[in-house]
C-alpha cells in the first residue's frame, strides 16, 4: 500500500487480482495499520481490505462445439484476446536488488522488496567460505539460482555446495514446485542433497520476499531480477568475449535496440599446485534505458583461511567509468579477504557497445569468458511468463574413449528460450586434495534453435574453459567457429565436460520436445581417470500457452507439444488463429469432449466429428484355366475395409465386362452373360468358392472388371456415406483341341447302296471346331476292302474300279464291301464311320 501523508488517501502499490490473491493469508482480505500524528500525539487504525472477483472479458473464447469429418484437419475456432499475442515473447526487467547473506546469519533471512507489478523473481547467489581459520586444504564455495513464480506461489532452482575438499563434500541438486515458505528440499528434489545438505527457503510477506538457507558456513551474495508481463520484451541474441591472462579488456556489442542484457561471466586460472584450484563467477544484470548495472561476483584465489571473496551491486551507474567497488554503488558482501585478485570491473557504454575492463591483478592471473544476452523492451503487456523448470542428473567418465553421457531435459510446450544451470563434481575416490569440479551458465534460444554460454571446468591445475555463441543444435561445442576454449593456459580439452558438449532438439512421438546434452570422450583429451556428477536445471521462458486436454491417443493438433505431467497439450496464444483438430484415423460417430483451460479457468469444447466412407482396398489376380472347363477365381478379388471400426461394411462387390455365354458360379449362384449383359452382382456370393467359365470352345484373354464399395453408417450422422474402388483382371482361357466330327453320313455305321457299274459312292462331310470343314482333315480309309477303294482331300468316297455285281470282289464275295474312313485334324485327333 501507499498512503498519501496530507490527505491520507490509501491505495494499492499494484491493482489486486482476486484469481491470484497478494495478501499474506492469500484469503483475498489485505491487513494494514494506518497512523495518523500531530503534536499532540498519534493515532494508529487497522485497517482491514476484502477484494471481491469481478467477473472479467474473456481472454480465451471457446465455441461449445466445433464440426467436421473424420480424417480431417477440424477448425476449433478458437479465439484470443491480443494482449496475449500482441506483446513480446519475454519477460521485461523492471527492477533489480543486491543482497547478502552472512555465513553466521543463522535464521535470520534476507529481505528483498518485490516492486510494484512483478510476476516473477531470478535470483542469483554466489558465495564461499572466508573464515581465516579455514584449513588449507578446505575449497568451499556454493552457488544458488532460484526463479520464484510470484502468480502461482511456486518457487524453483538449483544449488551446488561445496564444504570441504575430496569425493563425499558436496551437494548439488535442483528443485521444483516448492510452494513459497516450504523448505527447497521438500520439492521434486533431484541430485545430491544428503551430504551436508543447505536447504533453502524462499518465503513471501506481501512485497517482501525472503531468503534463508540452512547452511553456516558460507557467505552469498545474491542479485535479484524482478520480471514482469505488463510490459513485455523480445530476445534479440547472444553475444560474447574472452579475456586471456594479461588482457584487460572486453567488449561487446549489442543491438541497437536492446532495452536490457544479462551477462554472464566465468573466470579460470591454471598453472598452480594442486591444492590450488582458483576460479570465478559473475552475473550483471545491465539496464540500458537507465544506464545501470547489478550484479552478484565471487572469486577464490587459493585455498585456506581468507582466500574467498563475494559481494553483490546494485545501481552502478554506466557513465560514471569507475570501478564497482569505489562507484558509490550500493554494494553488500565481502570485500576484503585477498583484496589484491578481489574481483572489480569498470563497465561503460558508448551507444550499443559495452566495455568490459578488469583489474590488472585479476587480469595477470585468470582468463576470463563473458557471455551475454539482449532483450528488446515493448511498452505493451504479453502472455510471457516464466514456464517451470526441469531438471536432470547423471554422470560423466573421462577415461573412457567414445563413452557417451546424455542428459535430458523435458520443455514446456510454448517454451522461447531458456537459462541451463549445470554444475558439476568429482565422484571418484583418492581425490581427498582435489574438489575437481565445474560450473556452466548456458542460455538456450529453442526459435532460432542455438545455444551460448560459458563453461568452466577445474582439475588440480588444469581449467578447461570454454565460451561460445550461437552454437546451432546438433553440433558439438568444439567443433564449431563459435567456440573458444582455455586461451592459451592448457592444452585443449584436457579433460572434463567443457568442450564435448553438444546440444539438440529432440521431438518425441507424443508432440513433445527434449533438449539433450550428449558429450562423447574424444581425442585430444587425457585419461585421469575422472568421474563427475553432473546435475543441470533449465528455467523455460515464453508466452504462456492454453490448454488442451482430452485429446485422444491418435489424434493431433495442428500446432503445440504435449506436456505429460499435464496431460494436456500446450498452444502458444500466436497458435491459436487457424488452430485445428484431427482426430484419430477413421474415428466417427461421436462428439469427443475437449477441455480449454487458460491461467486457471477452463471451458468445454465438444468436436463432433461425422462420417466419411473410407475407399475399400481391393487386391486383384490374373486367372488362367482350359476352355470348357471351370476355371476357380476364388483368389481373383480381394476386398479389404480400410475403416474397421464396424461402422462400414462391404455393400457391392460387382463384375462387369463378362462376355455373352460366358459364367461365374458360385455353386449355389450362376450367372451367364446374355444380350450384352456382362455384370453381376456377387456381393452375397461365397467368392471364396467362385469359379468361371467361357462359352463353348472359346478360348483367348478376357479382361473382367471389378467394382467394390464400402458404406459408412456410424450412427451418429444423419445419413450414410459410400465410397468405391475399381479394378479388374483377366481370365485366360487356353484353346483346348477338340475331335473332328464326320456329319454326313449321318449314321454309323452307314449303309450305302448303289447299282454295278458306279464309282462314285458317296461325299464323307467332316468338320472341325478349331481347322474348319475339311481344309485342314486328313482322310485315311482302312478295312478288308479297303484296297478296292479311295477318298480323295475333300472326303469323296469311291471305287478304284466299277464293281461288277455278277463278279463281285469283296472280301465276301457277296457285294458288300466293308470299309471304315477315318478322318484326323491337326492335333492328332479323329473320327470314323
Known amino acids: 500500500f501507499t498512503i498519501d501523508e496530507n490527505t491520507g488517501a490509501l491505495s494499492f502499490n499494484a491493482a489486486p487480482d482476486f484469481e491470484n490473491a497478494g495478501d499474506a493469508n492469500t484469503d483475498n482480505v489485505y491487513e494494514v495499520t494506518v497512523r495518523a500524528s500531530n503534536s499532540a500525539g498519534i493515532d494508529d487504525q487497522t485497517v482491514n481490505v476484502t477484494v471481491t472477483d469481478v467477473t472479467e472479458g474473456a481472454l480465451i473464447t471457446v465455441p461449445p462445439t466445433a464440426t467436421g469429418t473424420e480424417d480431417s484437419a477440424i477448425p476449433l475456432g478458437i479465439t484470443v484476446d491480443p494482449s496475449l499475442t500482441q506483446g513480446g515473447a519475454q519477460l521485461d526487467l523492471i527492477g533489480t536488488e543486491a543482497g547478502f547473506r552472512d555465513a553466521a546469519a543463522g535464521a535470520t533471512p534476507t529481505d528483498f522488496t518485490i516492486p510494484a507489478g ?10 564461499g567460505n572466508d573464515n581465516a581459520a579455514n584449513a588449507a586444504s578446505h575449497e568451499e564455495y556454493q552457488g544458488t539460482y532460484l526463479v520464484v513464480n510470484l502468480t502461482e506461489g511456486l518457487y524453483s532452482g538449483q544449488t551446488f555446495y ?30 545430491d542433497n544428503d551430504t551436508n545438505r543447505n536447504s533453502i527457503t524462499v518465503s513471501r510477506s506481501g512485497n517482501t520476499l525472503s531468503i534463508v538457507e540452512t547452511q553456516s558456513v558460507m557467505d552469498q551474495a545474491y542479485v535479484v531480477e524482478y520480471l514482469t508481463n505488463s510490459t513485455s520484451a523480445n530476445f534479440l541474441g547472444s553475444v560474447g568475449t574472452v579475456l586471456d591472462p594479461g588482457v584487460v579488456t572486453g567488449t561487446l556489442t549489442l543491438p541497437a535496440t536492446a532495452g536490457f542484457a544479462v551477462i554472464s561471466i566465468q573466470d579460470g586460472r591454471g598453472g598452480l599446485a594442486n591444492t590450488e584450484e582458483d576460479k570465478g563467477i559473475g552475473r550483471f544484470v545491465v539496464d540500458l534505458d537507465s544506464g545501470l548495472v547489478s550484479g552478484t561476483i565471487f572469486a577464490q584465489t587459493a585455498r585456506g583461511g581468507s582466500n574467498t571473496a563475494g559481494y553483490a551491486f546494485s545501481g552502478y551507474d554506466l557513465t560514471a567509468n569507475v570501478p564497482i567497488l569505489t562507484s558509490g554503488a550500493t554494494i553488500v558482501g565481502d570485500t576484503t579477504a585477498n583484496a589484491i585478485l578481489l574481483p572489480d570491473w569498470t563497465i561503460t557504454r558508448a551507444g550499443n557497445v559495452l566495455t568490459l575492463v578488469r583489474t590488472a591483478d ?16 515493448l511498452a505493451i503487456s504479453s502472455s510471457a511468463a516464466s514456464l517451470g523448470s526441469s531438471s536432470t542428473v547423471g554422470s560423466y567418465d573421462d577415461n573412457v574413449l567414445g563413452a557417451t553421457s546424455v542428459f535430458s531435459l523435458t520443455l514446456p510446450g510454448s517454451a522461447q528460450s531458456g537459462n541451463v544451470t549445470l554444475a558439476m563434481y568429482n565422484i571418484t575416490d583418492g581425490n581427498n586434495d582435489q574438489e575437481n569440479s565445474g560450473t556452466a551458465q548456458i542460455f538456450v534460444d529453442l526459435v532460432n534453435g542455438t545455444t551460448s554460454g560459458s563453461f568452466l571446468a577445474m582439475r588440480s591445475t588444469d581449467p578447461d574453459l570454454v565460451s561460445w555463441t550461437d552454437v546451432p543444435f546438433g553440433v558439438r561445442l568444439i567443433d564449431s567457429p563459435n567456440t573458444t576454449a582455455n586461451h592459451a593456459l592448457d592444452t585443449e580439452f584436457t579433460d572434463e565436460l567443457a568442450g564435448v558438449l553438444q546440444f539438440d532438439l529432440i521431438a518425441q512421438a507424443d508432440g513433445s520436445r527434449i533438449l539433450r546434452a550428449s558429450a562423447t570422450t574424444v581425442t585430444p583429451f587425457t585419461h585421469f581417470a575422472q568421474d563427475y556428477q553432473v546435475v543441470m536445471q533449465g528455467q523455460w521462458y515464453g508466452r504462456l500457452p492454453f490448454t488442451i486436454g482430452g485429446v485422444p491417443t491418435g489424434a493431433m493438433l495442428s500446432a503445440g507439444t504435449y506436456d505429460a505431467d499435464l496431460a494436456a497439450w500446450l498452444i502458444d496464444p500466436v497458435d491459436a488463429a487457424g488452430l485445428t483438430f484431427t482426430p484419430p484415423l477413421h474415428v466417427s460417430g461421436a462428439s469427443i469432449p475437449l477441455t480449454v483451460g487458460y491461467d486457471g479457468s477452463s471451458d468445454p469444447l465438444s468436436v463432433a466429428v461425422t462420417r466419411v466412407a473410407d475407399a475399400p482396398t481391393l487386391a486383384t489376380a490374373d486367372k488362367s484355366g482350359d476352355e470348357d472347363t471351370p476355371i476357380s477365381i476364388s483368389t481373383a478379388i480381394t476386398a479389404t475395409l480400410v475403416d474397421t471400426d464396424t461402422s462400414e461394411s462391404l455393400t457391392l462387390v460387382e463384375l462387369s465386362g463378362i462376355p455373352n455365354g460366358h ?10 452373360a446374355s444380350g450384352g449383359n456382362g455384370t453381376v452382382d456377387i456381393t452375397s456370393w461365397i467368392l ?6 467361357g462359352a463353348p470352345n472359346a478360348n483367348g484373354i478376357f479382361p473382367i472388371g471389378v467394382r467394390v464399395q464400402s458404406t459408412d453408417d456410424d450412427g ?15 481370365v485366360t482361357i487356353n484353346a483346348v483341341n477338340d475331335a473332328p466330327v464326320i456329319e454326313q453320313p449321318a449314321t454309323n455305321p452307314a449303309n450305302i447302296t448303289i447299282p454295278e457299274g458306279t464309282v462314285t459312292i458317296t461325299d464323307v462331310n467332316a468338320t472341325d471346331v478349331e481347322d474348319g470343314v475339311e481344309t485342314n482333315l486328313l482322310y485315311g480309309l482302312s478295312g478288308v476292302d479297303a484296297a478296292l477303294l479311295s477318298i480323295d482331300a475333300n472326303g469323296n468316297l469311291a471305287f478304284l474300279s466299277a464293281p461288277d455285281f455278277e463278279a463281285p470282289t ?17 492335333g492328332s485327333l479323329t473320327d470314323s464311320v
Open 118 to 127: 512483478t510476476t516473477t523473481v531470478r535470483i542469483t547467489g554466489y558465495g
Open 162 to 191: 561445496i564444504f570441504n575438499q575430496g569425493t563425499a563434500s558436496n551437494d548439488n541438486y535442483t528443485f521444483a514446485k516448492v510452494p513459497l515458505g516450504a523448505a527447497s528440499d521438500s520439492g521434486t528434489v533431484i541430485g
Open 362 to 377: 585479476a587480469a595477470a592471473v585468470f582468463s576470463s569468458l563473458v557471455s551475454a544476452q539482449s532483450y528488446e523492451r
Open 663 to 672: 459364367t461365374v458360379s458360385d455353386g449355389s449362384n450362376s450367372f451367364t
Open 688 to 693: 471364396s468358392a467362385l469359379t468361371y467359365q
Open 716 to 730: 451418429f450422422s444423419p445419413t450414410t456415406d459410400t465410397a468405391e474402388t475399381t479394378g479388374g483382371f483377366t
Open 810 to 826: 469283296d472280301n465276301g464275295g457277296d457285294n458288300i464291301y466293308n470299309v471304315t474312313v477315318t478322318v484326323t485334324d491337326t
